[in-house]
């Protein structure tokens, strides 16, 4: 079946499930109609908004990291700002279930414990994780939480640094780098994290303001 590159059945398919809140049906139409690739050229090159709503839309709940990840980071930009959201929220969904289905059960148990403040336990897990695979990115981003929930800045930012070389659009781990290089008495490099996640969110007034904020703080003190 010929690929709808324009997305105009895909705008149908988000128009009916606005209306019916019917996720599963939503689903079930997109996996029948459109593959991963073509879901990312409508998301990144359609001029229509409701067909880029659409599409990040399908790759939040279809979208694998490896096919998805760079696509859906991009559209952080994106002019929209009803994409810009549903596509942070879609990169957290592709990045919890970027591993094997094994290793996206243990994620889960690691977020649970954070959440129950089972710190302890929660860092042991991640480590367990990281063992078993070491390039998945969302154990590290993980447990550079626990470290920073637990106030070891200095590892946090290590593992923080470790999420960017595997996922570089992880906005998570570029702004809690940032945050711990603050703690850490690091501005400038911390500076240069802000504007790194402010070239991948631009229209981020709070990231803009905290940039500015900091250059003015480092011009001011130059002895940092």
Not at 11 to 23: C, G, I
Not at 67 to 93: F, K, Q, Y
Not at 177 to 193: F, V
Request: glycine share 6%; aromatic share 8%.
């Amino acid at each position: 079946m010929r690929d709808d590159f324009g997305g105009s059945l895909l705008v149908d398919y988000f128009k009916a499930f606005l209306q019916d809140h019917d996720l599963e049906t939503f689903r079930g139409r997109v996996l029948a109609r459109y593959n991963e690739g073509t879901l990312g050229r409508i998301l990144s090159s359609s001029q229509v908004v409701m067909a880029r709503r659409a599409a990040v839309l399908s790759l939040a709940l279809v979208g694998t990291f490896e096919g998805s990840n760079p696509v859906v980071g991009r559209a952080l930009a994106d002019s929209d700002p009803i994409v810009r959201a549903m596509a942070e929220d879609a990169l957290w969904a592709v990045w919890f279930r970027a591993d094997t289905p094994e290793n996206n059960q243990l994620l889960d148990r690691i977020r649970a414990l954070i959440g129950r403040q089972q710190l302890t336990e929660a860092e042991a897990l991640a480590t367990r994780l990281i063992t078993i695979a070491p390039n998945f990115a969302e154990a590290y981003n993980q447990r550079a939480f626990a470290y920073f929930l637990e106030g070891r800045l200095a590892e946090s930012a290590a593992d923080c640094q470790q999420v960017i070389l595997r996922n570089p659009f992880h906005i998570g781990a570029i702004e809690g780098l940032a945050k711990c290089q603050l703690g850490l008495d690091r501005p400038h490099d911390a500076l240069k994290s802000l504007r790194r996640a402010l070239k991948l969110r631009p229209h981020n007034d709070s990231l803009r303001e905290m940039v500015k904020s900091l250059e003015l703080t480092i011009e001011s003190d130059g002895s940092k």
